[in-house]
């Protein structure tokens, strides 16, 4: 049975490990990523999630705790994520369970979280955990130039 905890600074290369092999195309840049796992770490409005199986991280799973005006404090999934050869074993829902917890004593009212329109098994899981179709994502790509 896997361990769900709190991640650690030396947990770095093995989240790296992860993200790179569920966005295989997406270009990462290690050390800006780096420091802003060390700055997650840290801050009061995140939390990092490792799952833990034989010494080996094979999950992680982030949170984003958000206030909206309208509907109070949020807790925002950033990231779920499980090794290949470790998914279909429940890892993915004790990730999911550990962060509804942890949303829930930050006083959070909803989790929200977004899925890629291709990601249809991920959205049958999300389902399946109650979780409800409420809105698009709309996205915009902020470049240098228009970064304040």
């Known amino acids: 049975m896997p361990k769900i905890r709190s991640c650690r600074s ?17 270009v990462f840049r290690e050390p ?5 796992f060390e700055r997650a770490l840290i801050s009061p409005r995140q939390r ?3 799952a833990e199986l034989d010494a080996k991280v ?13 509907e109070g404090a949020m807790g925002y999934v ?23 917890e942890l949303a829930v004593a930050a006083g959070c009212n909803h989790l929200l979280l977004d899925a890629a329109f ?15 179709r409420r809105a698009l994502l709309f996205s915009k790509e902020l470049r240098e130039t228009s970064r304040p």
């Not at 800006?32 to 802003?36: E, I």
């Not at 094979?58 to 309208?70: D, E, N, P, Q, W």
């Open 10 to 26: 030396q947990d770095f290369a093995d989240v790296y490990a992860l993200l790179r092999q569920h966005w295989p195309d997406e």
């Open 32 to 36: 800006q990523l780096r420091s802003l």
């Open 48 to 50: 990092y999630l490792c």
């Open 58 to 70: 094979v999950g992680f799973a982030s949170l984003t705790i958000k206030t909206s005006l309208r």
């Open 78 to 100: 950033d990231e779920l994520v499980v090794d290949r050869d470790h998914r279909c074993r429940g890892i993915a829902t004790m990730l999911m369970q550990r962060l509804e």
């Open 118 to 132: 291709h990601r249809k098994e991920t959205h049958a899981f999300y389902e399946q955990r109650q979780f409800e």
